[in-house]
Nanobody, 121 residues
């Protein structure tokens, strides 16, 4: 059984930084893609950044130059370093791992529980 646990959210002032972490646990053989999404009330969940197993990254235009996604395959963990935060970044951030291959050969997609990021003006 695979579970994703997020940490690192909190309250920061505009211009500050936070680092989110999401660790997958369970009988995992490999993970294809890892990513971060965010959602505010009344809005669609949107992709913030993702990273492939080979290290290729993509970012939403709104976070380019400010956020950095990285992963540690040995730890089955994805990180999101968020700098120069502004109030528009306030949201619940969800990690996602796609193409999770378990030791039994199954392939699944998982979501984290979400972590609140609040940026005060």
């Amino acid at each position: 059984q695979v579970q994703l646990v997020e940490s690192g959210g909190g309250l920061v002032q505009a211009g500050g930084s936070l680092r989110l972490s999401c660790a997958a646990s369970g009988s995992i053989f490999s993970i294809d893609a890892m990513g971060w999404y965010r959602q505010t009330p009344g809005k669609q969940r949107e992709l913030v950044a993702d990273i492939t197993s080979g290290g290729s990254t993509n970012y939403a235009d709104s976070v380019k130059g400010r956020f950095t996604i990285s992963r540690d395959n040995a730890k089955n963990t994805v990180y999101l370093q968020m700098n120069s935060l502004n109030p528009e970044d306030t949201a619940v951030y969800y990690c996602n791992m796609d193409g999770v291959v378990t030791t039994t050969g199954g392939v699944y997609l998982y979501w984290g529980q979400g972590t609140q990021v609040t940026v005060s003006s």
